[in-house]
């Protein structure tokens, strides 16, 4: 299995990091890319390539981790995740706006609060001039909370739309 964390500064972080049974461990278990899921589709061409993008990202995100990036790296692949997210959150506000989505404002918060967590997180990480084990952990968190709000939230909408591009009469 490939190294978890730089052989340095922080040699001891390597071990506990896939063997925790705490929800940060149970997420750097999962150092593999997550592929893109045909669930995921919401048939919004524009939505769906943001979504697949900011898989991508979070997955490089997991990647360098995985392979012991340097952590100036890491912390870009983060704020580059980070920025596509405040870019799709824009797109995806707007079509639900547009088709008049009935949960819309619950969607826009649900948003705004994951920007807050995700910028908290990039926060403490560009703030560690030697990224402990947790700081790493930290990273690894990113993924989750995304794709938590692909299957939890974004599906929620699928079917509006679908229903909205080919209304029946
Ligand atoms: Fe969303
Ligand atoms: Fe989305």
């Known amino acids: 299995m490939a190294p978890l964390v730089p052989k340095a ?18 997420q750097a278990r999962s150092l593999e890319p997550l592929p893109w899921l ?16 900011l898989i991508e990202d979070a997955n ?9 990036g340097s952590w100036g790296e890491l912390v870009e ?13 824009a797109t995806e506000d707007a079509v639900l706006k547009a088709t008049r989505y009935p949960d819309y404002t619950r969607h ?8 807050t967590e995700i910028d908290t997180i990039i926060a ?3 703030s560690a001039a030697e990224p402990t084990r947790l700081h790493w952990e930290l990273a690894l968190s990113l993924r989750g909370i995304l794709v938590d709000h692909l299957l939890r939230d974004d599906l929620r909408y ?11 009469s």
Do not use: W
């Not at 509006?160 to 209304?167: A, G, K, T, V």
């Open 124 to 126: 403490d990480m560009e």
């Open 60 to 68: 490089a995100v997991h990647a360098l981790v995985g392979a012991g």
């Open 38 to 53: 045909p669930v995921l589709e919401t048939g919004n061409a524009t939505v769906d390539r943001e979504h697949r993008q």
């Open 77 to 89: 692949t983060a704020r580059l995740m980070r920025d596509r997210c405040v870019e799709h959150f």
């Open 158 to 168: 699928k079917s509006h739309l679908m229903y909205y591009d080919s209304p029946r």
């Open 108 to 115: 826009i918060r649900a948003h705004r609060r994951i920007l």
């Open 9 to 26: 500064p922080a040699p001891s972080a390597a071990p506990a990091l896939d063997q925790g049974a705490d929800q940060p461990g149970a």
